[in-house]
């Protein structure tokens, strides 16, 4: 059974920065497509990034040079490290098994002053 605990949001000032974590159970971080989307009020839910088995990352054009994925192995945990975040990364941020489509719970990212 496949459970992931994204955690790791918050409030922060534009500028900011966070670092989202989802640990994983039941599959292997390490060699599993991955990806974390996000979802703004009455918005529809949005791809942030993805990672293929190999390790392969993929940004949206909205965060392309300020969030990066990354992977602990040991740790079976995947994360998203968000630089010089702005208002509108505001939203509940979801991380996801591709090929089982198994999702976390979600983050709540609040970017305001």
């Known amino acids: 059974q496949v459970q992931l605990v994204e955690s790791g949001g918050g409030l922060v000032q534009p500028g900011g920065s966070l670092k989202l974590s989802c640990a994983a159970s039941?599959?292997?971080?390490?060699?599993?497509?991955m990806a974390w989307y996000r979802q703004a009020p009455g918005q529809q839910r949005e791809l942030v990034a993805n990672i293929t088995y190999i390790g392969r990352t993929t940004y949206a054009d909205s965060v392309k040079g300020r969030f990066s994925l990354l992977r602990d192995v040991a740790k079976n945990t995947l994360y998203l490290q968000m630089n010089r975040l702005k208002p509108e990364d505001t939203a509940v941020y979801y991380c996801?098994?591709?090929?089982?489509?198994?999702w976390g719970q979600g983050t709540q990212v609040t970017v305001s002053s």
């Open positions: 996801t098994v591709l090929a089982t489509n198994d």
């Open positions: 039941g599959i292997a971080v390490g060699i599993e497509p």
